[in-house]
């Protein structure tokens, strides 16, 4: 008899990336797989983003299979029902327009990064995205992967290796949620540069199904020294920076890291 497989843990609650902004220019849409399903991320003429499940609430279509932006619309393929950014259909080719809305995700757009907010029960967002400092930039995703594991071991994982190879006692580390984790690498000899600056290595790991997981390393070289990182996450982001740390690296914690 063949041995019992355990099944995958729903995916966590969280703000996730989906992607990138330069991604997405105005008036395009595209398909991402996300946390067991498909989600359509769309920009409308005028940059409003927005991600949705993708069954249009009139029969269904896949609003990424010939979906369309009109203006400010999202257009379903199929009978051309048209969206507005709150999700409501707002116009229709046959009269009054139906009370039905998309099945809006919540996304938000920081540092270049496109977030999406997931809940297993589809509760809304528990907490804002962290506020980061403008001086990090925008990463430029150099690395994209799939993986096993849950978001977090990934992050973990991903995080161990970079600590390990970093060849630098100054290394700053910031949780910032169950999929995204900010290592700052400041060169040790950062007294004969003018300003400090840091390498900044963004790690964000994305449910896409249950046990599967997409992983992209970042990095923006930027001017950010550790010291102005944001302050530490609430005590459950506190534990996962010191389960990360675990042994692992080679970096001490600077002063302004939670973990000293
Ligand atoms: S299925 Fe989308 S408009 Fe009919």
Redo the contacts with the bound molecule.
Sequence with gaps: MGGMTTPAPPCPEGWFCIGFSREWKAGSVGTRRFAGGDAVVYRTRRGVLRVTRPY??????H?GAGGTVDGEYLV??????AFATDGTCAR?PYGTPPKASLALLPSREAHGIVWTWHSPGGAPPAQELPSLPDSLGSPRAFRATEEAGSPQEVTERAVGRILSRSGSRHVSLRTLGPGAALVVIEPVRRHLHAAPWGLVLWVLATPVSPGRVRRWTAGSAAVAPAARLPPPLPHRARQNDAALRGGRGTGSPTPSDPGS
């Design positions: 249009c609430p009139h029969l269904g279509a609003l379903c393929p199929f009978h051309r029902f229709t």
